[in-house]
């Protein structure tokens, strides 16, 4: 047995050793995709994630550079979730000021308060009460798309209005 096992035992190391070399891809680890089609599934995957992010609970509202004034396209949708407000005063959000990364730490935190403080502004103007709205301000520190070319700055200029926690009690979702 003891004479089995000394000449097994190289081979199975061997065997053990060749296994872990071998490459089931072969030498060829190229992606299939031309630089074309990339730029395109990377635009759907924002467009995707985005359309995502108002559908799971919340809104996104987008700025302009430098920029706290709200587009006329999003007004009604701040008066939905403002008369669900007003018709649910147990109902709490959570709205997130956010800017690209032009100019100073310490001017983007205001930018981004400014624009949560426009978006608290339409929501108690059409009927919510202030103290449903929690605002923060959160700069340039939680980008919603990395880089800094103007797509990514664009993405990154927003305001994100969420539901508190105790608010899914309600059962209806006024951001869709």
Excluded at 79 to 86: H, W
Excluded at 87 to 98: L, N, R, S, W
Excluded at 126 to 154: F, K
Aim: glycine share 6%; proline share 5%; with cysteine.
């Amino acid at each position: 047995m003891n004479s089995c096992l000394r000449y097994l035992l190289p081979v199975l190391c061997m065997l053990a050793t060749a296994a872990c070399t071998v490459d089931p891809l072969g030498s060829d680890h190229r992606l299939l995709v031309n630089p074309d089609q990339a730029d395109a599934f990377n635009e759907r995957a924002l467009r995707l994630q985005s359309d995502e992010r108002e559908t799971a609970g919340g809104l996104v509202v987008y700025f302009a550079t430098d920029s706290a004034a709200v587009a006329e396209k999003d007004i009604p949708r701040l008066g939905q979730v403002a008369g669900f407000l007003l018709d649910h005063p147990q109902a709490e959000v959570f709205i997130e000021g956010h800017t690209d990364d032009e100019g100073s730490p310490e001017q983007n935190v205001v930018l981004a308060q400014a624009r949560a403080d426009m978006i608290a502004y339409y929501l108690v103007k059409y009927g919510a009460l202030y103290d449903q709205l929690n605002t923060r301000a959160y700069g340039e520190r939680y980008p919603a798309h990395e880089g800094s070319d103007a797509e990514a700055m664009q993405y990154n200029r927003r305001v994100v209005v969420e539901w508190n926690s105790r608010s899914d009690e309600f059962g209806y979702d006024p951001f869709q």
